[in-house]
């Protein structure tokens, strides 16, 4: 008998992680359906290359009612929420709608799934944020949370109501509690990015200095590609749970910078500034994750490192600046 064909809805399919999805659950043989919120000009360049195999939809997480529209029309059995006000420096400055979004738009997520159709299986993108000032080195998922961002709060928010409606509704509903993760598609004011960017530039003529907030701060940095496939190995699992995702190494700004510049051949100390303005009002200033329950329970493994992911990322930088001239 021929199988039923598996249909996903993913919120946030126009960033980085909902494109590595989506070509994912469409090599999996998905019916992938992407939720985009109205903009007044369309952003659908991550997606552009699959475009005609998704259906798009319109929808925000700011409005439960075309939540509830797109589940009653398109039926999915999965929903990985990926939505969400995700840049941290900004959530100082937009606190209201990053909880407007990052926290309540996964309660108005749960709830339309629950009323429409409680059998989904729901994933939750919740992050290494939520450790913030952290309480245990390495973290996993028994590790306390304490947030230091606007965000981070948001993502607790979202967090734990995923973990309530799991209890109280017996609903199939995971969280990925993922530490950082990069790629050639990252956003261009997440550091990694910036520092790639700025990479190909400098080694083009087109700038000479790279202004840069905190060098200190150490993250555990992956590759996005990698850790989509995380969120769908959760879903297929008989029982929901939560899982941290990372890859168990730990490595400061400044390490990144010497790598990326190194790749292309010059010095870091001579282009990069500290300049105040990307200071933040907190830092969060050691990630590094345990990766195991993940590992035993979903058979995940990364399979970019540290290194490969930065020097990925300066060479699609490089290719992309002597493309476009800037
Ligand atoms: P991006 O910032 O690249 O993408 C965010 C997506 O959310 C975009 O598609 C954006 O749409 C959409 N969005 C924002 N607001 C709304 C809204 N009100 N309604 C509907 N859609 C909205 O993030 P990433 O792909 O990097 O991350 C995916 C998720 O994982 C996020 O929730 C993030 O917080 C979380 N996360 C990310 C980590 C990382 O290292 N990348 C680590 C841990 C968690 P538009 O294109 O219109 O702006
Ligand atoms: P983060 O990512 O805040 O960890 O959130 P980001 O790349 O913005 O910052 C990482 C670290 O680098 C330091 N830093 C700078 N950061 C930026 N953006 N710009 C700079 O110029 C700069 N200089 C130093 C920061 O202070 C910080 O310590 C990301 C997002 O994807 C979240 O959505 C996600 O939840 C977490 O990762 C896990």
């Given at each position: 008998?021929?199988?039923?064909?598996?249909?996903?809805?993913?919120?946030?399919?126009?960033?980085?992680d909902?494109?590595?999805?989506?070509?994912?659950?469409?090599?999996?043989?998905?019916?992938?359906?992407?939720?985009?919120?109205?903009?007044?000009?369309?952003?659908?360049?991550?997606?552009?290359?699959?475009?005609?195999?998704?259906?798009?939809?319109?929808g925000?997480?700011?409005?439960?009612?075309?939540?509830?529209?797109?589940?009653?029309?398109?039926?999915?059995?999965?929903?990985?929420?990926?939505?969400?006000?995700?840049?941290?420096?900004?959530?100082?400055?937009?606190?209201?709608?990053?909880?407007?979004?990052?926290?309540?738009?996964?309660?108005?997520?749960l709830d339309?799934?629950?009323?429409?159709?409680?059998?989904?299986?729901?994933?939750?993108?919740?992050?290494?944020?939520?450790?913030?000032?952290?309480?245990?080195?390495?973290?996993?998922?028994?590790?306390?949370?304490?947030?230091?961002?606007?965000y981070?709060?948001?993502?607790?928010?979202?967090?734990?109501?995923?973990?309530?409606?799991?209890?109280?509704?017996?609903?199939?509903?995971?969280?990925?509690?993922?530490?950082?993760?990069?790629?050639?598609?990252?956003?261009?004011?997440?550091v990694?990015?910036?520092?790639?960017?700025?990479?190909?530039?400098?080694?083009?003529?087109?700038?000479?200095?790279?202004?840069?907030?905190?060098?200190?701060?150490?993250?555990?940095?992956?590759?996005?590609?990698?850790?989509v496939?995380?969120?769908?190995?959760?879903?297929?699992?008989?029982?929901?749970?939560?899982?941290?995702?990372?890859?168990?190494?730990?490595?400061?700004?400044?390490?990144?910078?010497?790598?990326?510049?190194?790749?292309?051949?010059?010095?870091?100390?001579?282009?990069?500034?500290?300049?105040?303005?990307?200071?933040?009002?907190a830092?969060?200033?050691?990630?590094?994750?345990?990766?195991?329950?993940?590992?035993?329970?979903?058979?995940?493994?990364?399979?970019?490192?540290?290194?490969?992911?930065?020097?990925?990322?300066?060479?699609?930088?490089?290719?992309?600046?002597?493309?476009?001239?800037?």
């Open positions: 008998m021929a199988k039923r064909t598996k249909r996903a809805l993913i919120t946030g399919i126009t960033g980085q909902g494109s590595y999805l989506a070509e994912l659950l469409l090599a999996e043989g998905y019916d992938v359906v992407g939720m985009v919120r109205r903009s007044s000009t369309v952003n659908f360049e991550r997606i552009a290359h699959i475009q005609d195999r998704l259906t798009i939809v319109a925000d997480l700011l409005d439960e009612a075309s939540l509830i529209g797109v589940l009653r029309e398109h039926r999915p059995s999965e929903v990985y929420n990926l939505a969400a006000q995700s840049f941290v420096q900004t959530s100082w400055g937009q606190p209201v709608l990053t909880g407007e979004t990052t926290a309540l738009g996964v309660t108005r997520l339309a799934i629950r009323m429409v159709d409680p059998e989904i299986r729901f994933y939750q993108a919740s992050s290494s944020e939520m450790f913030g000032k952290v309480q245990a080195v390495p973290q996993d998922e028994t590790t306390p949370f304490y947030p230091r961002s606007p981070g709060v948001a993502k607790v928010y979202g967090h734990w109501i995923t973990v309530n409606y799991r209890e109280s509704y017996g609903l199939h509903a995971s969280s990925g509690i993922l530490f950082n993760h990069e790629s050639p598609r990252r956003g261009l004011e997440f990694t990015r910036k520092v790639s960017h700025g990479v190909a530039r400098i080694a083009h003529g087109l700038q000479d200095k790279l202004a840069l907030g905190n060098l200190d701060a150490q993250r555990d940095w992956g590759f996005a590609g990698d850790y496939r995380a969120m769908w190995l959760m879903l297929q699992r008989d029982e929901p749970a939560d899982y941290v995702v990372a890859t168990g190494e730990t490595h400061p700004v400044r390490e990144l910078c010497e790598v990326a510049f190194g790749r292309v051949g010059l010095d870091w100390t001579e282009h990069v500034v500290v300049d105040e303005r990307f200071l933040r009002p830092e969060v200033d050691l990630l590094v994750g345990n990766p195991r329950r993940a590992q035993e329970e979903l058979g995940w493994e990364r399979t970019v490192d540290f290194v490969e992911l930065v020097e990925m990322m300066v060479d699609a930088d490089m290719a992309l600046v002597a493309q476009s001239g800037h």
